[in-house]
């Protein structure tokens, strides 16, 4: 559910973006949306009001929405700066290969995966498992970055836009899926020694 919940500011950037051209009032405030760049700003308006959220809702925030804050924050702010939209389209790119070279620092120098650290208090897998878990999850960051770039870099601006909410939907349920296919098979053992 959480993971639906965090594509919350991506699907009001999207809005955003197809509003290019419309103005929109509101209590004597008026504003005409200029296409990737409002979207910028509400994407970076949204994540902020989403980190805001949690942190009242559950009196923590998660380390990866800290860092996706940052690099919302810094490509969003150098998009509207500088008025090229190449930053915000590398956000998702840096974000996914930050994720995927910190789930590989944590193999390298952890006792154990990060993985396992966030997890490992709700399921107890073996190490195959989080072994699994965890090249599952690095491969997903890897190409969900590698497609974005070839995606900003071949296709038109709408494209992008388009491709990264339905791939963000897309890869969110399928890592999701994947992820209960590898968990699953220890989730029947563990209820079957528990009965």
């Known amino acids: 559910m959480k993971q639906i919940l965090d594509l919350i500011p991506l699907i009001l950037f999207f809005v955003a973006f197809k ?3 419309e103005t929109l009032q509101l209590f004597g405030f008026s504003h005409q949306f200029d296409g990737i760049f409002s979207a910028t700003a509400v994407l970076m308006a949204a994540t902020a009001i989403q980190l805001l959220m949690t942190r009242l809702i559950t009196g923590k925030v998660e380390k990866q929405l800290l860092w996706l804050f940052a690099v919302i924050v810094v490509a969003g702010s150098a998009t509207l700066i500088l008025r090229n ?4 389209q590398w956000k998702p790119t840096v974000f996914n290969w930050g994720l995927a070279l910190v789930l590989i620092g944590g193999l390298i120098f952890g006792k154990q995966s990060l993985l396992e650290k966030m997890l490992g208090q709700q399921i107890e897998l073996p190490p195959i498992a989080w072994t699994r878990l965890n090249q599952l999850w690095i491969a997903n960051f890897l190409i969900v970055g590698a497609l974005n770039i070839y995606v900003a870099y071949n296709y038109s601006q ?3 836009v388009d491709y ?3 791939s963000s939907i897309g890869f969110t349920l399928l890592l999701m899926t ?12 563990q209820s079957d020694q528990s009965s």
């Open 19 to 21: 509003m290019d051209g």
């Open 85 to 88: 939209e190449l930053f915000i």
């Open 158 to 160: 709408a494209a992008w």
């Open 164 to 166: 990264k909410l339905y």
């Open 178 to 189: 994947l992820t209960m296919v590898v968990v699953f098979p220890y989730m029947k053992d």
